[in-house]
């Protein structure tokens, strides 16, 4: 059974930066696409972004393209979420992914695995 443990959240001012950590265990990583998706309080849960086995592709929702750096590394098991220039509307429970199937997908029924969510919470 594939297990994800996100780290990494906290409490930051607007335009700070954070680094969430998605480690995994109990499966083999470099089979899974990963993604990271985010639900704030009466929220539905979005796509924020996804990266491809190897790491070779990104995929970004437009609301953090530019801000937001997602990357892997197989060797450790761990996806990671580089967020700068936060914003306020960025606050949310974030979510780490994975996906056994062979394309990216920005909706949380193709994801397989999940982790249990570390909150971010950006302040004004």
């Known amino acids: 059974q594939v297990q994800l443990v996100e780290s990494g959240g906290g409490l930051v001012q607007a335009g700070g930066s954070l680094r969430l950590s998605c480690a995994a265990s109990g499966g083999t990583f470099s089979s899974y696409i990963m993604g990271w998706f985010r639900q704030a309080p009466g929220k539905e849960r979005e796509f924020v972004s996804a990266i491809s086995k190897n790491g070779g592709s990104t995929y970004y929702a437009d609301s953090v393209k530019g801000r937001f750096t997602i990357s892997r590394d197989n060797a450790k098991n761990t996806a990671y979420l580089q967020m700068n220039s936060l914003k306020p509307e960025d606050t949310a429970v974030y979510y780490c992914?994975?996906?056994?199937?062979?394309?990216?997908?920005?909706?949380?029924?193709?994801?397989?695995?999940w982790g249990q969510g570390t909150q971010v919470t950006v302040s004004s």
């Open positions: 992914a994975g996906r056994i199937g062979t394309y990216y997908s920005s909706l949380p029924r193709n994801y397989d695995y």
